[in-house]
């Protein structure tokens, strides 16, 4: 069983920066492959990034390619979404994610608002 709380969520301007962060708990973070999801209202919670149990590995939303960055540190427990040149179509509430099939994680989510 894994517990994985998001932080640094908040308000910034559109152009701007925030680095969401993920603090998980529990045996074997490092077994598990780690994303981040998002949520806008009235939408279907959607794919940003995913990256691997080693961090060598990742992948992006279309949406965010060059502007997110997803990392790991294993010895921490802890993943993290850079995201730069924030744009107001990134506001939404972020859902940390960890995944080994069958296994699956989810955090409660952090607010994002980016004001135009």
């Known amino acids: 069983q894994l517990q994985l709380v998001e932080s640094g969520g908040g308000l910034v301007q559109a152009g701007g920066s925030l680095r969401l962060s993920c603090a998980v708990s529990g045996r074997r973070f490092s077994s598990y492959a780690m994303g981040w999801f998002r949520q806008a209202p009235g939408r279907e919670r959607e794919f940003v990034a995913t990256?691997?149990?080693?961090?060598?590995?990742?992948r992006y939303a279309d949406s965010v390619k060059g502007r997110f960055t997803i990392a790991r540190d294993n010895a921490k427990n802890t993943v993290y979404l850079q995201m730069n040149s924030l744009k107001p179509e990134d506001t939404a509430v972020y859902y940390c994610?960890?995944?080994?099939?069958?296994?699956?994680?989810w955090g409660q989510g952090t607010q994002v608002t980016v004001s135009s």
């Open positions: 990256i691997n149990w080693n961090g060598r590995s990742t």
């Open positions: 994610n960890a995944f080994a099939p069958p296994r699956d994680y």
